[in-house]
């Protein structure tokens, strides 16, 4: 396999274990899971129950063990054959997952701040019709300072 088909493999199996661990560790889906293992990974009294149930809990460490088994199903394995080149894959999947995770989760909260800021905005606009002030008073809105405006 050249290197590139194996850096195309890198980043196309990192985003089915970005997904999963994403998905499992964060969204609603698995709240009533992620809830469950997270009261578990404080109250387990073994070392090794406590860390088994954290795992469901931080998408760091969940993507390790998804990153496994993706690479393991896909037979990948990087630069090395055999067991070197499944320990180098494994790591570097889990690598860019993590990096496609951390840019989701960016995204995520920019969209998130921008509704914030427009629902505010909208309500400072239904305050002043209300207040019977002229649509003309209304200033446009501008960011806090020091904040990313767009």
């Keep these: 396999m050249t290197l590139g088909t194996q850096l195309t493999w890198l980043f ?3 985003i089915p274990v970005a997904c999963v661990a994403w998905t499992v560790t964060h969204e609603e889906i698995f709240a009533e899971l992620r809830d469950f293992c997270s009261k578990k990974s404080e109250r387990c009294k073994t070392f090794v129950q406590r860390k088994f149930f ?8 969940f993507s390790h063990y998804v ?6 199903l896909a037979g990948f394995r990087l630069l090395l054959p055999g067991w070197r080149g499944f320990v180098l894959a494994w790591f570097s999947v889990v690598w860019v997952a993590n990096v496609y995770m951390s840019l ?3 995204l ?3 969209i998130k701040r921008e509704r914030v800021e427009t629902q505010a905005v909208e309500q400072a606009v ?3 019709e209300d207040s019977g002030a ?3 008073k209304v200033k446009k809105f501008s960011p ?7």
Aim: net charge neutral; charged share 20%; aromatic share 12%.
């Design 108 to 110: 995520r909260l920019d």
């Design 12 to 14: 196309v199996l990192a």
């Design 67 to 72: 990153a496994a088994a993706v690479v393991g």
């Design 134 to 136: 002229a649509p003309e």
């Design 126 to 128: 239904e305050q002043m």
């Design 54 to 61: 954290y795992l469901f809990t931080c998408e760091y460490c």
């Design 144 to 150: 806090a300072p020091g904040s990313r405006g767009r």
């Design 104 to 106: 989701f989760g960016r």
